[in-house]
């Protein structure tokens, strides 16, 4: 399927052969043009059009002298257009001087000195421009199977990350066709809008390939590939250590990358030296355990393109139900692994995925700059999520009872859900001494009152106070309460009463904790 749809697009613009490397640096050459230069269209009026080539016998052609120092001249600011004016009689000398140390002038120099080289260097070395077709059309073979090799390794390293199940056509390799109209872009966004939401639920571990073809620029067809990080763990490292010192599961991740066929020819080709031109796109998507779990590197993609408000309300749901959206991604911080932006001469999803998967589960302390700190990865006592916890981390982190509740308290936002979170992450000798617990042990006394005050017909319906604390439906991923008994004794009654009693009941309690 894959061989199928490259096949169907034209490369014979690629430059192939000895003429290669000129050809991208030309390419680069003229990308520096300013842009007064450039056609009537985008150009000025007051500049001449100029575009740099070569001949086929590695030559500059006629006229190239004449643009180059038109282009020197401008960047020098001595060039005479339509109304130049020195302005002073220094102006002459000090211009000049001080325009040649500008990174414009420098970087348009350099680049024209490059193609310059390559120029003689094939002309030392007698090279012949290569204008074989079938020459041509056989180096076509062997990059189109060495791009298939790409995507056929990576399948098959995903069969063995999945246990050996296969990817299939049509479900997990998709091919669309979404032209550049504005119609077609609405359905193309709203395409992978759905396939992220299908992912999103991580019921399924294997990744999506989407082939989309553009008619009108063959060149920037695309293939996608939507890989799902599932379960992370996070690894804390003292520097350069390599055993860790704290591990702690933290959420999922949805990773895209997104390649255009030009991209994948110049790979399989060898046209380029740098990354830019085999750079892909990539975007990230960090889906918590927990609300308010958050990852070093990513930050929530909900707090993209949405109000304050606006985040807060979809902060308070389950993660899971967090809108999804291909034009809205989480923001990143790659450090030093610049795989994971897609920068690589030759491209290796392989890699890509392994470099990925490092880079979001890997934190060393003393050299690690992150988004956001380690200590928001978690809730809760660090013992308690890692038995085997070195001191060493709380040593140099520590743990702080006031900062865990304050941006738990951000996130969930009553004493319920709050104790749901704390009986899951934490341990009783940390919520023993632990202010903000045990304030909630109190306001959850006072949130049931409040249930009964939100009763339509507060006299002839049953009173919420009735039921068990832990019958109250809360986030996800939350087990049942296992705080200490005396507490459970003074906030769960077994009897059923009026509301008066009820509130009696309330009123007392408050009085015997004010008494003590």
Partial sequence: MIKEFIEKHDFSYLPIGPQAKLIESLEVLNRSIPW???DSTHGSPNYPTIKFDVNKNFSWKYGTFKNAEAIKNFWEGSYKHKGFKWGSIRNIWE??????RTYSFQRFKNRMFDVDTILHQRRWSNAIWLDDKKEINSL??????????????????????NKDHVMEEGVDIIQTNFPNTQEDLMKEKSFYDNLLMEMWKFDDTKPKIVLNSSSDQPSQSQITVLHPFKDIMMNVYVVEDQVPVFRFPIG???????????????????LSSTPRITRGRTKYWFKPHVQGQKHPFLNYHINNGHSGNQRRAIQATKPSDWPINYNRSSNTCAG???????????INLIKWVENVHTWISTFRLGITHPLNTITQGYFGDPEHLDPNINDDYLDRVGFSYDSCYDRMSDFHRTANERNKVCNKFCTEKV??????????LKYMEHEKIDLIFKEKDMIERKIHSELPIENTILSENTENDNY?????????????????????????????????
């Fill in 36 to 38: 007064q230069f450039q």
């Fill in 95 to 100: 211009r000049t001087d001080r325009n040649r």
């Fill in 140 to 161: 076509f073979d062997v990059c189109t199977n060495e791009i298939v090799k790409i995507f056929d390794n990576y399948i098959k390293y995903i069969g063995m990350l």
């Fill in 252 to 270: 999922n991740v949805i990773g895209s990358y997104s390649l255009t066929l030009e991209q994948l020819m110049y790979s399989a080709l060898k």
């Fill in 336 to 346: 030093n692994i610049n795989i994971i932006d897609g920068s690589n001469n030759k």
């Fill in 431 to 440: 919520m023993t001494v632990c202010g903000g617990y045990q304030s909630d």
């Fill in 484 to 516: 200490p008994m005396e507490y459970q004794n003074q906030m769960i009654y077994d009897t059923i009463g009026s509301v008066e009693e009820d509130m009696l009941r309330w009123v007392n309690l408050n009085q015997n904790e004010q008494n003590r």
